[in-house]
């Protein structure tokens, strides 16, 4: 059984940074594709970021280009989510994720998920 579990979220102004972090239980981490995940109120889950097994290859949604960076531990069994120049349609609650394909941008992509840390951007 994998665990996710995330930490890092808050309450931020605009402009403002933020760095997620997702700890994996489990010996295979370091084989998986790893994403973050958001949903905001009334909203369908979306797509924010992958990162290949090895580190070597990123993916982001349009909307976070140039402000969100992912990255990975493997020795650590972690996976970051490094936020900058947050904006209040940043506001979400974030998921990690643990992917079957690469990038793994659909739901259907995700065998395992965290359970979730809000991010609140205020205007």
Known sequence: QVQL???????VQAGGSLRLSCAASGRTFSSYVMGWF??????EREFVAAIMW?????????????????SRDNAKNTVYLQMNSLKPEDTA??????SLTWPGTAVTAIDYWGQGTQVTVSS
């Open 54 to 70: 090895s580190g070597s290859g990123t993916y982001y949604r349009d909307s976070v280009k140039g402000r969100f960076t992912i």
């Open 93 to 98: 609650v974030y998921y990690c994720a643990r």
């Open 38 to 43: 958001r949903q905001a109120p009334g909203k």
């Open 5 to 11: 579990v995330e930490s890092g979220g808050g309450l």
